[in-house]
């Protein structure tokens, strides 16, 4: 069975070793640059993690490489950290944003509350149910035509939570 989501820590050495290798050896992806930065800011301090996700095959094999998502009336861009609805900006605070990001590009996959919170919060982060349960009731009231019978986040009642792979 394939496995949603894996954390795995890297101390000091393997950061400064991995960053070195790419900088001496960069593969050629329209990647290296954010994974590069990346390292840098995790070895600056700045992040104490970094979430690393596979393209799907059709991706690379059209050439996609935006981030942007179109899901239904709902448009997700990364970079700018945009979401618009119906064409208008919905405001997120930055965790908001972090956890829609998250699970609408792995739509269709069950996310556990603790797969949710490793993925989007720093691991100094207190976990705790009720935060992630707040954060997607927010969500849904921002992005969800019926809050009460949302059709984006849908809930996977006894495990958690799942962007919509239907729409």
Do not use: C
């Amino acid at each position: 069975m394939k496995k949603n989501i894996s954390y795995i820590p890297m101390d000091h050495a393997l950061e400064i070793w991995l960053l070195e290798k790419l900088l001496r050896e960069p593969p050629e992806s329209a990647y290296t640059k954010e994974l590069i930065s990346g390292i840098q800011d995790m070895i600056s301090g700045e992040v104490s993690s970094l979430l690393l996700g596979a393209l799907e095959d059709t991706e690379v094999a059209i050439g996609v490489h935006s981030d942007e998502l179109l899901i239904g009336d709902l448009e997700i861009h990364p970079r700018s950290r945009k979401v618009l609805m119906k064409g208008s900006e919905i405001s997120l605070t930055p965790k908001e944003f972090d956890i829609l990001y998250f699970l609408a590009k792995n739509r269709g996959e069950v996310f556990t509350k603790e797969q949710i919170y490793r993925a989007v919060w720093e691991e100094d982060y207190l976990l705790d149910n009720s935060n992630i349960m707040a954060f997607i009731r927010k969500l849904r009231k921002k992005i969800e035509p019926a809050p009460d019978s949302p059709t984006y986040i849908l809930t996977i009642w006894g495990i958690g939570y799942k962007f919509n792979d239907e729409l």
